[in-house]
């Protein structure tokens, strides 16, 4: 009966709508998410949406610290460009600086067959169009095998688990959400490189509501506006 109702709620996520993922965010033009990590604020997430005749630029931000009686231990600050064509998927860049090491990814798309072409410090190659460059406000991840590193373009072979429905308290608000797992299907990785990662969708809009995971510490982004 559990896994009945689990795959229920798996169909009306995804059949709620039935237009473009990218659609179900056009009342959104700009989200943003505090970074905890052992509960401490240590940065922030930000996306801005920027719209103009059916094509969608999505500027991202990120910037974090890590600091001991007064000394930064860790900085990570990275920007980032996501490009879509009438929903369709056309295009990403970013710049990472994580504790003064230089990544980066370019993505276009292959004219031909519509296949990516990934340029990051990690992977250099194709790839193939069904899967997604894993910046996780778009909750057409959790339907994706595989998603792209957004700091270096390694492609991460995925396995995604719906938990199930969660109220989420942040602040005043409570969230009716969707809880999933993700995590590498690849066991050969070494720990440090595989995912394991809990996100919460809000049930009826889709949104990114918040994301943990543990790593040297526990970690979580919580959404602080979306507007």
């Known amino acids: 009966m559990k896994k009945l109702l689990v ?24 989200l943003e998410y505090e970074l905890f990590r052992n509960n401490q604020l240590i940065g922030y997430h930000k996306y801005s949406f920027l719209r103009n005749n059916g094509n969608l630029k999505i500027e991202n931000e990120v910037n974090f610290k890590i600091t001991k009686l007064g ?3 860790y900085h990570y600050y990275a920007t980032g460009e996501e490009y879509y064509n009438n929903g369709v998927f056309s295009g990403f860049n970013s710049k990472t600086n994580q504790n003064k090491k230089e990544k980066y990814v370019k ?11 990934i340029d990051g410090s990690s992977y250099k190659g194709k790839a193939d169009k069904d899967i997604i460059i894993g910046t996780w406000w778009n909750h057409e991840i959790v339907q994706k095998k595989a998603q792209i590193s957004a700091v270096s373009g390694r492609i991460i072979e995925q396995k995604v688990e719906f938990i199930g429905k ?8 409570i969230y009716k959400t969707l809880r999933f797992n993700f995590s590498s299907s690849d066991p050969s990785l070494s720990k440090d490189k595989k995912l394991n990662t809990d996100i919460w969708y809000e049930e009826n809009t889709f949104l990114w509501v918040k994301a943990a995971f543990d790593k040297t510490g526990y970690w979580e ?5 979306a507007k």
């Open 7 to 30: 795959s229920i709620g798996l169909i009306l996520f995804f059949t709620l709508e039935s237009n473009s993922h990218v659609d179900h965010y056009k009342k959104y033009n700009y």
């Open 71 to 73: 000394i930064d231990l």
């Open 107 to 117: 993505i276009k798309i292959d004219p031909n067959d519509k296949n990516l072409i």
């Open 166 to 173: 969660e109220d989420i308290k942040i602040g005043d608000k």
């Open 221 to 225: 982004y919580r959404l602080k506006d």
